[in-house]
């Protein structure tokens, strides 16, 4: 069973078009991170959510962390080629840094 | 600087070889981690290096032996590795590891690494 799971786990859509990446646990999270993985590189951080109900904005990404901090929702406006990649989300609940089950994204031009 | 490096980027190696990969920061961060990473999976924690100390080993077979030489460097030793060993390794460093405290982590872009 993993900690951290999300949802779908592979996504293909048309460019211009919108998306949501869940990430959910039946554990309590102080903060969620989310990374984006692009083939053949390491994960690049995008996003630390901390506050419960908390919503980031990064250009057309929007990012919210849940109201009990059990989970967390990655919101993409217009998708374009460029946000194709593996998506991730990550926290620490206890002594260990654990990442979610990953999301593939694929954007058709 | 928030770069993390790591070198060599590709290596092949035989199964009966012995090789090495290196990390190294310069955000004077003190912690750590190698994770191994199959395609289209999320990484999997190997180790975790604290303060220089080997703080967390997630059962990784003995062919793989870290070193912290200090607190910029890290590498990965790797001696008899298996077909199945085959995958992109990836360092990465955090501020520090403390219980409860989700740091951001930095990762370099990988070594990917071919067992033949």
């Known amino acids: 069973t993993q900690l951290l799971e999300q949802s779908p786990q592979f996504l293909s859509i048309q460019e211009g078009e919108n998306l949501t990446v869940y990430c959910n646990s039946s554990?309590?999270?102080?903060?969620l991170q989310w990374y984006r993985q692009e083939p053949g590189e390491g994960p690049v951080l995008l996003v630390t959510?901390?506050?419960?109900?908390e919503v980031k904005k990064l250009k057309r990404l929007t990012f919210q962390f849940g109201d009990a901090r059990k989970d967390s929702s990655l919101h993409i406006t217009a998708a374009q080629p460029g946000d194709t990649g593996l998506y991730l989300c990550?926290?620490?609940?206890?002594?260990?840094?654990?990442f979610g089950t990953g999301t593939s994204l694929t954007v058709i031009p | 600087d928030t770069e993390v490096t790591q070198t060599p980027k590709h290596l092949v190696m035989g199964m009966t070889n012995k090789k090495s990969l290196k990390c190294e920061q310069h955000?004077?961060?003190?912690?750590m981690y190698w994770y191994k990473q199959k395609a289209k999976k999320p990484p999997e924690l190997m180790f975790v290096?604290?303060?220089?100390?080997?703080?967390i080993n997630e059962s990784v077979p003995s062919r793989f032996s870290p070193e912290c030489p200090n607190s910029s460097l890290l590498n990965l030793h790797l001696h008899a590795l298996q077909p199945e060993d085959s995958a992109l390794y990836l360092c990465?460093?955090?501020?520090?590891?403390?219980?409860?405290?989700?740091?951001?982590?930095?990762f370099g872009p990988g070594t990917r690494l071919t067992v033949t």
């Open positions: 990465a460093s955090s501020q520090a590891l403390r219980r409860e405290v989700s740091y951001e982590q930095y």
């Open positions: 554990s309590v999270f102080s903060s």
């Open positions: 959510v901390v506050t419960g109900g």
């Open positions: 990550a926290g620490t609940p206890g002594n260990q840094f654990y």
């Open positions: 955000m004077g961060h003190r912690a």
């Open positions: 290096y604290s303060y220089e100390k080997l703080s």
